[in-house]
């Protein structure tokens, strides 16, 4: 069985055009097989901060715990947990102010656990979530995805492929707030089709 995580972000919940376009590459690479799918909505889930008494829980392996620890360390497993039993990863998001909405690099603080999802070694470190496919879908009222001031997917493609997850594919429906607007979300629906087909 195909285990999908679908990451969302946008604060918007009917009009997102990054919740829409996601959804859409979701119904279609499950489509015609018994894929699990797991959705993880960051706008909905108020993720914490990370600050040193999680950090530390973070890093305290599990045995060695104790309840506070535990409790604080709680969240970050659920999540390392979907993330390692995902086979596809999709992250469906918007650009907000030239970058990520804050709830994703909460999401991202708390997956990065050395030992579990990355390791350091003699030449460096290493992801050790190998073999995952990572669709990113992506919508931005004004900001061109890979320009120079598209500071979301330079730092998304080098943060998963940290963790190992080298296969990624960018779907942009970007400057959507211009005249042709409709147009650039119809051509980003149009290359979920051919991802998916």
């Known amino acids: 069985m195909t285990n999908i995580l679908h990451v969302t972000a946008s604060i918007r919940s009917g009009e997102s055009v990054s919740r829409k376009l996601g959804n859409r590459l979701v119904e279609k690479i499950s489509q ?16 914490p901060l990370i600050d040193a008494d999680r950090f530390a829980a973070n890093l305290t392996p599990p045995a060695e715990r104790d309840e506070k620890q535990q409790a604080l360390a709680d969240v970050a497993d659920a999540l390392i947990e979907e993330l390692q039993a995902a086979d596809t990863l999709v992250l469906s998001l918007p650009v907000y102010n030239f970058t990520m909405p804050s709830t994703l690099k909460a999401w991202a603080d708390l997956v990065a656990r050395a030992g579990t999802t990355f390791r350091y070694t003699e030449s460096g470190p290493e992801g050790l979530l190998t073999g995952k496919k990572a669709y990113v879908v992506i919508a931005s009222g004004g900001t061109p995805i890979g320009s120079e001031i598209d500071f979301l997917t330079p730092w998304l493609r080098h943060f998963l492929g940290f963790l190992g997850i080298t296969d990624v594919e960018i779907v942009a429906a970007d400057g959507i707030m211009g005249v042709d607007g409709e147009e650039k979300i119809e051509a980003a629906a149009q290359t979920i089709e051919r991802l998916a087909a």
């Open 32 to 47: 015609g097989t018994d894929a699990n799918i797991v959705t993880r909505d960051l706008a909905a889930n108020d993720l």
